[in-house]
Nanobody
């Protein structure tokens, strides 16, 4: 049974920082990638950052240089450090586990989401 639980969302002023964390359990060998997605009101979900089982990271162009994804296999956590936040980063952020892809359909397991508001 795979379970993902996000924490760390909140409200911040433009230019501020937040760190999201995802505690995962039951993630087994067929999971090749874990990532963070976000969905803003009235918009489709979009991939933000991903890290594969070899530790290779990829970022969406909109967040590259500002966000950092990291995975601690000892603690079973997936983190997203978000710096220089802007109002357009406002969204619900989701932790996901699945196959390497920017498509949300490639991710079978999802957390409940955590709200990030920048204003």
């Amino acid at each position: 049974h795979v379970q993902l639980v996000e924490s760390g969302g909140g409200s911040v002023q433009p230019g501020g920082a937040l760190r999201l964390s995802c505690a995962y359990s039951g993630v087994i060998s067929f999971i090749s990638c874990m990532g963070w997605f976000r969905q803003a009101p009235g918009k489709e979900a979009e991939g933000v950052a991903m890290i594969d089982r070899d530790g290779i990271r990829n970022y969406a162009a909109a967040v590259k240089g500002r966000f950092t994804i990291s995975k601690d296999t000892a603690e079973n956590t997936l983190d997203l450090q978000m710096n220089s936040l802007q109002p357009e980063d406002t969204a619900i952020y989701y932790c996901a586990a699945g196959s390497i892809s920017w498509a949300d359909t490639a991710y079978k397991y999802w957390g409940q989401g955590t709200q990030v508001t920048v204003s």
